[in-house]
């Protein structure tokens, strides 16, 4: 029946079935099961049969194809693997078959395989990290109920020192510290204040002076060679930029960048002696052949010198170059054995990429020193400082860098003599 200029199809059962004109013969084909052709055909006018040709109905029939149940379950899309071909392709023998069938079965136990593998590394991982967690918990307990309350007494014991080796757990860092830095210059808040007001003129001073961004870098980098007093106040904000730039706490703009500035720039008013000298590059290059003579020989060959690599290292307390967890375990230790600890850890990583450095050239030296592997093992990189001796000729750190001291002050002090302007 037509209605409104659509078909009406009914089902035996009363059913009605409303289907646009122009609809294709196959959205119809579910009614056709329930009207038949001949009925259809009848109400239509339209014949579903023509030049002998099969019924669309039938046709579509000999296209499907039921999936033979599976013993088991297949995996994903994987599974298709195991359908039989379309029709109007050649079926499957029976060895392709069973092929098929084996290859599915090997990329099952391979997908399990990989599973289980997983599995077993997320559960060691688990084992180790709860060994960790179970080891901080246990040295918190020992740092707060036995070291600390008796710190004087015990802070140069044998175990204590183990125990500081292996780092500081987080909660209690700021207390050990604040211990083992002490405040043997005698800094009150009313020197800090003085000094930093001393600092924030000279940076006034350096603003004032108006230079372009390429002048400053180019006064920036004169000053770190030769510079080693107030002026090298400008070089403070070269290195806090350097400072966890990951973290972007310490940039410009960042919660920390400006009380960070602010206490470098004290300390370097308060002692002016110390600065940026160019006496450490000498003394750790003493010690850098001493350990390491075939790596010293080819940064020699192709004139890699220190200032390259130990700028971003030495200046930044390795707050550039190591990730922030092996940072504060270098730094447990800086703070038990002083700045002789930074120079035997820059050697440490030396070391640890030997084999590695004698194969490049200085490019690529240079490339790699300043962007250490962020992956970088702390137990890998404390063995390797474990290995390190700071001491050439039965003179130790201390010694060779108080004589490259006296050294550089006797000559500084020939060339002011035999200078022709003298007086």
């Not at 918990?137 to 044998?158: A, C, D, G, Y």
């Not at 070269?238 to 400006?258: A, E, M, V, W």
């Amino acid at each position: 029946m037509a209605s409104n200029g659509r078909l009406s199809l009914s089902s035996p059962n009363g059913d009605s079935r409303w289907l646009g004109a122009c609809s294709p013969l196959e959205s119809v084909t579910p009614v056709l099961t329930c009207c038949g052709f001949k009925e259809y055909e009848e109400r239509t006018g339209r014949t579903l049969q023509s030049n002998g040709s099969q019924h669309p109905l039938k046709k579509q029939q000999q296209w499907v194809s039921p999936r033979k149940p599976l013993s088991f379950e297949p995996l994903s899309t994987t599974a298709l693997i195991l359908e039989n071909r379309p029709p109007n392709l050649p079926a499957k023998c029976v060895q392709e078959a069973q092929r098929h069938r084996r290859e599915y079965e090997e990329m099952v136990a391979q997908a399990r395989k990989r599973e289980l593998k997983e599995s077993q590394k997320r559960k060691k991982k688990m084992k180790e990290r709860c060994k960790i967690e179970d080891g901080i918990s246990n040295s918190v307990m020992t740092w707060n109920t036995e070291i600390l309350p008796n710190w004087e007494t015990l802070k140069q014991m044998r175990w204590v020192r183990d125990l500081w080796w292996q780092g500081i757990p987080p909660s209690i860092r700021h207390k050990v510290w604040s211990l083992a830095i002490g405040n043997e210059l005698n800094i009150t808040h009313e020197l800090y204040e003085i000094f930093l007001s001393r600092a924030m003129e000279k940076w006034k001073q350096f603003e004032d002076s108006n230079m372009e961004n390429g002048d400053v870098e180019a006064e920036l980098e004169l000053e770190a060679v030769g510079a080693d007093r107030e002026n090298s106040l400008e070089l403070i904000k070269l290195d806090i930029s350097r400072t966890f730039p990951t973290l972007c706490i310490f940039q410009k703009g960042g919660p920390y960048h400006n009380v960070l500035q602010n206490i470098l720039g004290a300390y370097t008013c308060y002692r002016p002696d110390v600065g940026y000298m160019l006496k450490y590059y000498a003394a750790f290059e003493v010690f850098f052949e001493e350990n390491l003579p075939n790596l010293f020989a080819h940064f020699k060959k192709y004139n890699l010198t220190p200032d390259i690599y130990l700028i971003d290292w030495i200046f930044t307390l390795y707050s550039k170059s190591l990730p922030l967890d092996v940072a504060c375990r270098v730094w447990d230790v800086f703070c038990r054995d002083g700045e002789e600890f930074l120079f035997r850890t820059a050697i440490a990583i030396l070391l640890m990429f030997e084999e590695v450095l004698l194969r490049m050239d200085f490019i690529h030296m240079a490339q790699m020193l300043t962007r250490l592997p962020e992956n970088l093992s702390i137990d890998e990189l404390f063995t390797a400082i474990a290995t390190v001796q700071l001491q050439s000729r039965n003179k130790k750190w201390g010694q060779v860098l108080a004589t490259l001291q006296r050294d550089w002050r006797d000559s500084g002090d020939s060339s002011r003599n035999s200078s022709p302007n003298r007086q």
